[in-house]
């Protein structure tokens, strides 16, 4: 199966948003992975769904986008409505393939964008408001059913996005372990302050909206505290072959 390759500009977030689209016939999975800040998902997903020939939804990539276009558009954090409206307008579009991750609001390429630290300190206020969430919940399920075999990670796929998706797994790591892979991942060279903002604190003020620190019935806990990177991704794989 193939993970898509071109992309469209949607007019909306209500509106087509990713390059997925299947025929009615094709083959259908998900495979949904929530956990906290630094446990792995993105990495770990994306190189499953690279080994499993599916494609991959990086969700958080969806918030941070409406947070670059909040502070784009000039949007006041502190006005909720204004908020759910860019968010309401926001004319993303996500790539879905694991080798070519791509993210365009409009016209603008904010692939590099929203991962700077600006984004990253403002996406608390649209992952936190429930309008905003609502939205994006809807253009993610649209994503997920025209991806047909896809691995989606966030916060709340396996609770809210996916319930029904017949892989449902947390992926988890200690606090400390994640703070140190965060601190790996950015050079080495951030103070212990920085990283307990961008890993921890972010995670507090997340948890406030969704619940991703424990799993719900029927979720399995992946714990990769004592786990290298290679074994991680086989025994997410390893749980999608089983159910295939
Ligand atoms: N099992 C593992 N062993 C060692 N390093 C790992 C492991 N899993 C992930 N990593 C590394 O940890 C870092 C953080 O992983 P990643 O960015 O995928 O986390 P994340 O859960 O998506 O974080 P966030 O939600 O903040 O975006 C990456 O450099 C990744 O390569
Ligand atoms: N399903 C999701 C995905 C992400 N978020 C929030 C949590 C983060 O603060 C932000 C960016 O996510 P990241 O790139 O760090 O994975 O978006 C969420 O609430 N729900």
Same mark, same amino acid.
């Given at each position: 199966?193939?993970? =898509? *390759?071109?992309?469209?500009?949607?007019?909306?977030?209500?509106?087509?948003? /990713?390059? +997925?689209?299947?025929?009615?016939?094709?083959?259908?999975?998900?495979? +949904?992975?929530?956990? !906290?800040? =630094?446990?792995?998902?993105? /990495?770990?997903?994306?190189?499953?769904? #690279?080994?499993? =020939?599916?494609?991959?939804?990086?969700?958080?990539?969806?918030? #941070?986008?409406?947070?670059?276009?909040?502070?784009?558009?000039?949007?006041?954090?502190?006005?909720?409505?204004?908020?759910?409206? +860019?968010?309401? %307008?926001? !004319? @993303?579009? &996500?790539?879905?393939? !694991?080798?070519?991750? $791509?993210?365009?609001?409009?016209?603008?390429?904010?692939?590099?964008? &929203? #991962?700077?630290?600006?984004?990253?300190?403002?996406?608390?206020?649209?992952? $936190?408001?429930?309008?905003?969430?609502?939205?994006?919940?809807?253009?993610?399920?649209?994503?997920?059913?025209?991806?047909?075999?896809?691995? +989606?990670?966030?916060?709340?796929?396996?609770?809210?996005?996916?319930?029904?998706?017949?892989?449902?797994?947390?992926?988890?790591?200690?606090?400390?372990?994640? @703070?140190?892979?965060?601190?790996?991942?950015?050079?080495?060279?951030?103070?212990? %302050?920085?990283?307990?903002?961008?890993?921890?604190?972010?995670?507090?003020?997340?948890?406030?909206?969704?619940?991703?620190?424990? *799993?719900?019935?029927?979720?399995?806990?992946?714990?990769?505290?004592?786990?290298?990177?290679?074994? $991680?991704?086989? /025994?997410?794989?390893?749980?999608?072959?089983?159910?295939?």
């Amino acid at each position: 199966m193939s993970a =898509g *390759a071109s992309r469209h500009v949607a007019a909306s977030v209500s509106d087509s948003v /990713s390059d +997925a689209a299947s025929a009615a016939d094709a083959p259908r999975l998900v495979v +949904a992975v929530d956990g !906290p800040s =630094g446990s792995g998902k993105s /990495s770990v997903c994306r190189a499953a769904a #690279r080994e499993l =020939g599916a494609a991959y939804l990086d969700t958080g990539a969806m918030y #941070r986008a409406a947070a670059w276009y909040c502070l784009d558009q000039g949007v006041d954090f502190d006005d909720e409505d204004a908020v759910a409206v +860019a968010v309401e %307008e926001l !004319p @993303l579009s &996500i790539s879905t393939d !694991p080798d070519h991750q $791509t993210v365009t609001v409009g016209q603008a390429d904010v692939t590099d964008a &929203i #991962r700077g630290s600006a984004v990253s300190e403002a996406v608390s206020e649209v992952s $936190t408001n429930r309008r905003a969430r609502s939205l994006l919940v809807d253009a993610q399920r649209r994503i997920i059913d025209e991806a047909g075999v896809v691995v +989606a990670e966030g916060r709340d796929i396996t609770t809210v996005v996916a319930p029904d998706a017949p892989v449902r797994v947390l992926l988890t790591a200690s606090a400390e372990v994640r @703070l140190a892979r965060r601190g790996l991942q950015l050079g080495g060279e951030q103070s212990a %302050e920085s990283l307990h903002r961008q890993v921890l604190a972010r995670d507090a003020k997340d948890s406030t909206a969704v619940n991703f620190t424990e *799993a719900a019935d029927g979720v399995a806990v992946l714990d990769s505290t004592d786990l290298t990177f290679e074994e $991680t991704v086989a /025994s997410l794989v390893d749980r999608v072959r089983a159910v295939r």
